[in-house]
């Protein structure tokens, strides 16, 4: 009768344990998400990009060949077009909606 008794008791232990456990799994789980919800809600609210993207987008460079697998390939050196700088004189006498801001 003895070892019945220490056996449920071993028995409610693990489960009460096994329990907390999951309980504390899902709740850094939840903590995580909340971060992750609001993270994205401050990116939509400023316009920056999430730090989760730039950090992704700082590591593509190490990767073999500068980019992931399936990204679209680098264009070659021999495809860059060198051009001279000049300044574009604003009309004066255009309408304020044909000129380009500075």
Do not use: Y
Not at 4 to 12: A, E, K, P, T
Not at 31 to 47: C, E, R
Not at 56 to 85: H, I, L, M, T, Y
């Amino acid at each position: 009768m003895q070892s019945f008794i220490s056996q449920l008791v071993r028995f409610v232990i693990k489960l009460i344990l096994t329990a907390l456990g999951l309980m504390f799994a899902i709740s850094l789980l939840m903590a995580a998400l909340i971060v992750v919800l609001l993270s994205l809600l401050k990116s939509v609210l400023t316009g920056k990009k999430p730090a989760p993207v730039v950090m992704f987008s700082k590591f593509q460079k190490f990767a073999p060949g500068g980019r992931w697998p399936g990204a679209a390939k680098a264009q070659n050196a021999g495809d860059v077009v060198d051009v001279e700088v000049r300044e574009v004189p604003v009309n004066p006498q255009a309408p304020k909606s044909e000129q380009l801001p500075r």
